[in-house]
């Protein structure tokens, strides 16, 4: 055995058994999915808090690092469910012992407890599987798809079609880690789920019914495909067809990249740094100047003095305007204000009665009679309807005829044409 080798296990092995936390270890092959559900129960426990109403959150992290190996993911919905690990190592990471911190954190009673999974890698190499086909699952949440009863399903049911010998799960990736977008809270919408299943015999008729043309066709144009083995599937899965991926692994090409040459990491010799001497010359600053300050402030003052010759020197004035002007327009134009003027004055002098809107009107809640309001000094949009038929000015009273023994009396307007008072509804009443 390698001393190297040798030693890094002791190592990890002291570690392990000299931790004053719980520890557990686990084997794991490379190239198949693997799972490790984190119990709440047990760590509600731990933290004396009560399991089905403690909020209890975990944090993992490989030993020794911030955060997890790149290959290893961790999911936990709320604070109320359990915590899975899950991945898939890789060919380099066998033989490796890869040992995670898992901490939980009760929220109500603020107590962590710790947990150590040692995880052991050991190689699959001896049982390859060249064909390898992705399934998109729409109906499933990737925590959903690791529990052990569901995945025995779907692989039952892919094993039903394919026909292998041999058939493994090799991957699982939720569809959010391919750029997929957090479904609506709506309809119990999930978030879709990757699997990948690998077999040692090649792909069955059913599964090469998504590369035919018509069913490309029909996947380009957005409409399912026509697959006769969808109907072993629909009871539990919804499979996403146009998006299956049939890979074998015999016919990739494999592409070597090189790498480039770091080098040795030390500069060449080029000989020694040279700084400026302590003496610099003065810098004249003038012409800089000039060009920033002078010349805009005598642009800026030329325009200046153009525009206000513009505005104030080329003015015609009244009396050049008069000048230019025949005499007749202006006798007309003089004649004219003269009129407007005369006019406006004969307008204020004139006396006439008031329009009925100023008389007196009687309040329309108490009866009481309100003063004239002047024209000049109120809205005539709110002057009320309601006028009175006493104690106005120009009317005239005039007995009538005995009904029953009492007289009556009657009113009349005095009506005014021009100034002069117009007698005729008056004569006439009297005349009755």
């Given at each position: ?146 529990a052990s009863e569901v995945l025995g399903d779907f692989l039952g049911a892919v094993k039903n079609v394919w026909q292998p010998e041999r058939l493994n799960a ?243 307007r005095r009506l005014e044409v021009n100034g002069i008072p117009e007698e005729r509804k008056l004569t006439e009443a009297l005349n009755l």
């Amino acid at each position: 055995m390698d001393p190297v080798a040798f030693l890094v296990c002791v190592s990890i092995a002291h570690v392990v058994s000299t931790a004053d936390v719980k520890h557990e270890a686990v084997f794991w092959r490379n190239s198949q999915i693997h799972s490790y559900f984190i119990n709440r129960q047990r760590a509600a426990v731990q933290t004396n808090g009560d399991a089905s109403n403690d909020p209890i959150t975990f944090n993992t992290n490989l030993m020794g690092y911030p955060d997890r190996p790149g290959w290893l993911r961790y999911i936990q919905r709320t604070p109320f469910s359990d915590g899975v690990l899950y991945g898939s190592p890789t060919a380099e990471h066998v033989g490796k012992a890869t040992i995670i911190e898992i901490t939980a954190y009760n929220r109500r009673t603020f107590e962590t407890a710790r947990h150590n999974l040692v995880i052991n890698i050991m190689s699959a190499d001896d049982f390859p599987l060249p064909y390898q086909a992705e399934f998109y699952i729409k109906n499933m949440n990737v925590e959903e798809m690791l529990a052990s009863e569901v995945l025995g399903d779907f692989l039952g049911a892919v094993k039903n079609v394919w026909q292998p010998e041999r058939l493994n799960a090799i991957n699982i990736t939720s569809a959010l880690d391919r750029g997929g977008r957090v479904p609506l809270p709506i309809n119990d919408l999930k978030e879709g789920v990757y699997v990948m299943v690998g077999a040692d015999v090649p792909f069955s008729s059913c599964l090469k019914e998504v590369e035919t043309p018509q069913n490309q066709l029909r996947c380009s144009q957005e409409m399912e495909p026509m697959v006769s083995c969808d109907k072993k599937f629909r009871a539990q899965f919804n499979i996403d067809w146009c998006k299956i991926s049939l890979v074998d692994i015999t016919r990739v090409v494999s592409v070597i990249k090189e790498k480039p040459d770091p080098g040795s990491g030390v500069l060449p010799d080029i000989g020694e740094y040279n700084p400026p001497s302590d003496s610099l010359k003065s810098r004249d600053y003038f012409s800089d100047f000039l060009l920033t300050l002078a010349v805009p402030s005598a642009v800026a003052m030329v325009l200046f003095i153009i525009l206000g010759y513009a505005m104030c020197c080329r003015r015609e004035g009244v009396e050049k305007r008069n000048l230019q002007t025949p005499d007749i327009q202006l006798v007309h134009h003089s004649s004219i204000q003269k009129s407007t003027k005369d006019l406006r004055n004969m307008s204020k002098n004139r006396e006439i009665s008031w329009p009925l809107s100023t008389l007196p009107v009687f309040h329309p809640v108490s009866g009481e009679i309100v003063p004239p309001l002047h024209p000049d000094s109120f809205e005539t949009t709110s002057m009320p309807l309601m006028q009175t038929q006493a104690n106005l000015q120009n009317q005239t009273q005039i007995p009538q005829q005995p009904s029953g023994g009492n007289y009556c009396m009657s009113t009349f307007r005095r009506l005014e044409v021009n100034g002069i008072p117009e007698e005729r509804k008056l004569t006439e009443a009297l005349n009755l």
